[in-house]
């Protein structure tokens, strides 16, 4: 069974930084295409962040990314990243990451098999 564990929230000031971390067992992350969705306070868990596909030869970033967040992966370590840039008090959400068992990618989460359970992002002003 392929379960997902993400790390790396905090709370951080406005301007700040952080990496979000997935770690993915139970099956070979090179199969998998790769997404974070996050779900803001009081929203539903729909919206998408980024995606790299499983060649790894291609990312998606949501508009709202403006360039600030760069997603990544090491399939030898079965890890995929977020790094998170200028981050402002809006980007304050729970993170998910989730897994697209052909993967591909989709701004959707229905396409996506696996989840995690969420890391916690809050950004203060």
């Known amino acids: 069974q392929v379960e997902v564990v993400e790390s790396g929230g905090g709370l951080v000031q406005a301007g700040g930084s952080l990496r979000l971390s997935c770690a993915v067992s139970?099956?070979?992350?090179?199969?998998?295409?790769a997404a974070w969705f996050r779900q803001s306070p009081g929203k539903e868990r729909d919206e998408f962040v980024a995606?790299?596909?499983?060649?790894?030869?291609?990312?998606k970033y949501a508009n709202f990314v403006e360039g600030r967040f760069t997603i990544s992966r090491d399939d030898a370590k079965n890890a995929v990243f977020l790094q998170m840039n200028s981050l402002k008090p809006e980007d304050t959400a729970v993170y998910y990451c989730a897994l697209d068992s052909r993967g591909g990618w989709s701004p959707l989460q229905d396409r996506y098999d696996y989840w995690g359970q969420g890391t916690l992002v809050a950004v203060s002003s």
């Open positions: 139970g099956g070979p992350l090179i199969d998998y295409g």
């Open positions: 995606a790299v596909e499983s060649a790894a030869d291609s990312t």
